[in-house]
């Protein structure tokens, strides 16, 4: 059968994607780059940035898919080889290995006159192509770090991305400065507190580490119990005021004092961090203002000799086969109907272009039953106007809350999947109704 979708990736979004498009009975071939599924929790494989000591930073119950639950014998916080075991689980349970075409990199998405979309795509046994009637992008956007400026001065030290760290190894008998306040800089430092001679964590501002379990539970279960009851500034206070109550406020531990309250940026957990940093092992610094030869001088005017820096300084969103005229700006700052539909370009569609502040696994679940449902016709989107307005209007609420730090990207986890579940059921409504825009076909 010829496909009609073609789905870009075959990590969780990926695989989501094609579940719920196999659900809906939609021909689909899927293109991954890599030889294996999983994406980055495939440890060993290129592109993936998973290290050795990597665990989830969400409980088990509140990462898995819905209709594939991990197994209940399994930690709270399983380790990158069960994940990426589950995710294998998932693709052989649901036989979405047959339209996976792996070692095939997309290089180019473009729309046709005829309401088409033509993908072509390299692999080792030559370049390809197939013309689908809707494109998904679920392709990830951890893949190409982002290095900032570099600071005045010569450095004669190594200098890696987190994306290159594998092996605490790498950090043995080495004076390590990691520079980076998210969860891979905090998994990194702890790792180095364990094997280096000296480990320096760099942060450029405060934020808050909230540990794994709260009041004998996985904290992100507190968290979402309180969604599910209260307004976000109101969850953020009951939140911050229990966290400061069990754990302490964060310059108690050496760090800086957050400019942001909690929930207005992405998690950082660590329950090894804190402790860690009462031991003495790591040593909080402020930013960096300059190398000199071995030595690094930070912003307060103190310097310390270096081996290794490891720049955990995140990922730039990098979509290099869709050109400007569909991504405007660019991947990070475009407006899409609940962050899954292209204002313009009927038939392309993203799942997990979007940052969230709890785990990837089930938003990305609840975006690709979203997308399959409007290509069978059973879910009808509103008139442009009004998707529009919605965009707008979650920008504004994104701003008010995250900043500039990637608003049109951000998402509520909890809310997030409410506000799915509401619209997938209006959606209905219209598509029965005959209102609202219904699926591109040929």
Known sequence: MTPTVAVIGAGPAGLATCKALADQRIPTVCFEATDTIGGLWAYGSPGSAAYRTLHLNTSRRRTEFADHPMPAHWPDYPDHTRVVQYLRDYADRFGLTGVIRPGHTVTSVTAGDDGTWTVRADSAGGPSEVVVDAVVVANGHNRVPHLPDPPPGEATFRQIHSHAYRDPDQLRDARVLVVGGGNSAMDIAVDASHVARRTLLSLRRGVWVVPKYLLGRPSDTLNGALARRLPWRLRQRVSQAMLTA?????????????????????????????????????????????????????????????????????????IPFLGPGLLGDGAHTLALYRHVFHLDAPGLTFVGLMQSTGAALPVVEAQARLVAAHLAGRYALPDPQRQRAGCAAELRAATSRWGQRRPAMRVDFDVYLAQLARELTEGARRAAHGRGVAAVSR
């Open 246 to 318: 069990t754990v302490g406020d964060p310059t108690r531990y050496g760090l800086p004092a957050p400019a942001h309250g909690l929930l207005q940026d992405h998690p950082t957990l660590s329950d090894a961090l804190l402790s860690r940093l009462t031991h003495g092992e790591i040593a909080v610094r402020p930013g960096i203002a300059g190398f000199d030869g071995d030595r690094v001088t930070f912003t307060d005017g103190t310097t310390d000799p270096v081996d290794l820096l490891v720049w955990c300084t995140g990922y730039r969103v990098d």
